[in-house]
């Protein structure tokens, strides 16, 4: 079968090979054909050394993808050949908290990862997958999508007509955009491109401010928000906007901590954090079970993840450089 392996850590060294099939599925196993992967910023880290320089090597990359039942192994009960499923980032998280060890074993580092054309998996390491979607859209679900979702609706309760401000346009945070639309609640989004706020509208982001054009966006959102601020802040910059982030924030509100792109330490006034009883929570994707629910809302609210790009399997570089360009708007896929 092919693959994309990378023998040792660098983008250089990552090259489409022929490796052995995986074989017949064993008791509690199921064999899927994958048909697409999506990207993570978490996989150029991985791939350049840089998430954790310990992840074993040779390796595949990659936490997301989409394929179809092709065997199950004695014992499966809930897999039959034809079904369409997901593979779930991390296949020994079930509930919802986890211990350290089910959280860090992971596909695409240390475990192989999804761009491969067949993977064997435990019964517990899939999820079906949403039945209006295509296995390019169900590729995107598994880590980006369902960090946004943990963050509504496993760590904390967001209720309809809240006010949540998602910063960027980029995996997760689309993701938070359209789950908060779905929930019924007013967004306020900020993004570092005109054009690309224009599309946020599009998708029903009720407010945007350009954070280039106005570093001090927090006031921003205070002045829209009729002085009281937002309720929910989804944080993907970390140390470089979480000031920012508590003074968009009102009193009691929730800054979910889930990426780092804006640094991971820095000096900070955290005092308005404390004096406003604001609550700051980290979040690190979800298990099984939150998967499972987050497919059943996506599928009865008719969601349809936003795809950027598709690349052949050729192209996995590209499709990685072009990640790392900034440039896409929501998800970009691998077509396996
Ligand atoms: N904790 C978890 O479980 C988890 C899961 C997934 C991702 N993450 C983390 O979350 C972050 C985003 O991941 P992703 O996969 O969504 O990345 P992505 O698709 O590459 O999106 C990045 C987007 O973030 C925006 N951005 C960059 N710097 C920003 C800043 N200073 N302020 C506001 N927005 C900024 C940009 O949007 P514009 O172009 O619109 O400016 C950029 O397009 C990464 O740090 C990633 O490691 C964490």
Not at 31 to 43: G, I, Y
Not at 109 to 130: A, C, H, N, Q, W
Request: aromatic fraction near 8%.
């Amino acid at each position: 079968m092919k693959q994309i392996q990378l023998s040792s850590f660098g983008i250089e060294n990552l090259k489409l090979v022929n490796a052995p099939d995986p074989g017949k599925p064993n008791k509690g196993e199921v064999l899927v054909r994958m048909r697409a992967a999506s990207l993570n910023f978490r996989d150029n880290l991985v791939i350049a050394g840089k998430y954790n320089p310990k992840f074993p090597t040779p390796m595949v990359p990659c936490s997301d993808g989409a394929g179809e039942v092709i065997e199950v192994g004695d014992g499966v009960s809930e897999f039959q050949v034809g079904d369409r499923v997901l593979a779930t980032f991390a296949p020994h998280w079930i509930a919802d908290k986890a211990t350290h060890q089910e959280m860090r074993y992971t596909l695409g580092g240390p475990l192989d990862g999804t761009l491969r054309e067949y993977i064997l998996f435990s019964e517990t390491g899939l999820v079906k997958m949403p039945k209006h979607l295509s296995f390019e859209e169900g590729a995107t679900l598994p880590c980006a999508a369902l960090t946004a979702w943990s963050a509504f609706h496993i760590y904390s309760r967001l209720v309809a007509g809240e006010i949540v401000v998602i910063q960027g346009t980029g995996g997760v945070s689309l993701f938070g955009l359209q789950f908060a639309k779905l929930s019924g609640a007013k967004v306020i989004l900020t993004s570092s491109s005109n054009e690309k706020i224009e599309k946020a509208k599009s998708l029903g982001a009720d407010f945007c401010i350009n954070y280039k054009e106005t570093p001090d966006w927090g006031k921003e959102v205070r002045s829209l928000t009729e002085k009281t601020g937002a309720d929910h802040i989804v944080e993907v910059g970390g140390a470089g906007t979480l000031e920012q982030s508590i003074a968009a924030c009102r009193p009691f509100g929730v800054i979910h901590l889930i990426g780092i792109l804006a640094g991971r330490s820095g000096e900070l006034n955290l005092l308005p954090a404390v004096m406003n009883n604001i609550k700051i929570q980290g979040i690190v994707v979800g298990g099984r079970k939150a998967f499972q629910e987050m497919n059943r809302a996506i599928e009865s609210g008719g969601l349809k993840p936003i795809v950027d790009k598709i690349f052949p399997m050729e192209e996995t570089r590209e499709a990685l450089d072009y990640l790392k360009s900034g440039s896409h708007f929501g998800k970009i896929v691998i077509s396996i």
